[in-house]
């Protein structure tokens, strides 16, 4: 009899058979109900095959993580610009721990820039953020895109310094002092394409495929700086390396010189 109103709830819950399922019955009641009438799971568990896995129990878990994110951002002026990239990272197919965390780095970020839905945030923002949480680059990189494409927002992921290279592999860091000595010494006009396309995939931590297969059109000059656009993220390229840059983009456009 204690079980009673629950079979009720189902019934009034789930009108079509193609909506009862596990997930289904886990969203619309919640674990502790689910604990609360664990003898009715087992019956119908053992009747109709509903089975609660623990990925079915993990994936409810950052859904509700999610959906608190989102409550919680619609106080601030930045609430409209969470609310907007999740429901696009709802579409994309990418996994349920993975949005959480994209939306959890959004959110940490626009709290710290007090960003507001109109104004975009400036480049010495995200550099400030990213020098106290260096962690949550991968993470922003989806986020910065989407405001690219959404807002058009002239944005885009500060690279890390030449100065912070000294937190790789020391053999990153050797391979990457040896290819600038080298430059150094040839003269930019006179060092090799593959070793410009070296020295900068080394210095952003990226494959040399990723920088030999760019075209001219992804090496870009905005307001005065200079960005690459790889995997349609931009990434600001330091002062540091923006002569080898650009004598590498302009050899992209003379294919002969290479």
């Not at 289904?24 to 003898?39: E, I, N, T, W």
């Not at 890390?160 to 391979?175: F, G, I």
């Not at 002062?239 to 456009?253: F, H, N, P, V």
Request: glycine share 6%; charged share 25%.
């Amino acid at each position: 009899m204690s079980h009673h109103s629950f079979f009720e709830r189902i019934d009034a819950q789930f009108v079509e058979a193609d909506d009862f399922t596990a997930m289904g019955v886990l969203s619309a009641y919640g674990p502790a109900q689910l604990r609360k009438h664990l003898l009715v799971m087992r019956f119908l568990e053992a009747t109709l095959g509903l089975t609660l896995t623990e990925q079915d129990k993990q994936e409810f878990a950052e859904r509700e993580r999610i959906a608190a994110t989102i409550a919680d951002s619609s106080r601030y002026p930045w609430g409209p610009v969470i609310a907007d990239y999740a429901a696009m990272l709802a579409q994309s197919g990418v996994a349920m721990r993975t949005k959480r965390m994209y939306i959890s780095s959004a959110t940490a970020f626009c709290n710290a820039v007090a960003l507001s839905r109109g104004t975009p945030w400036t480049a010495e923002d995200a550099q400030r953020f990213l020098k106290k949480k260096p962690g949550s680059r991968a993470n922003l990189a989806r986020f910065f895109g989407f405001c690219r494409k959404k807002y058009n927002w002239n944005v885009a992921v500060p690279s890390a310094t030449l100065s912070k290279v000294a937190s790789e592999p020391p053999r990153t860091l050797a391979e990457l002092k040896k290819l600038l000595q080298e430059i150094k010494a040839q003269g930019i006009e006179k060092a090799r394409t593959e070793t410009l396309a070296k020295a900068i995939a080394k210095s952003f931590g990226l494959r040399i495929g990723a920088i030999l297969s760019l075209s001219p059109e992804q090496i870009l000059e905005r307001a005065g700086s200079l960005v690459l656009e790889i995997d349609g993220e931009a990434i600001d390229v330091p002062t540091q390396l923006q002569e080898i840059t650009r004598s590498y983009a302009a050899r992209l456009l003379t294919p002969a010189s290479r």
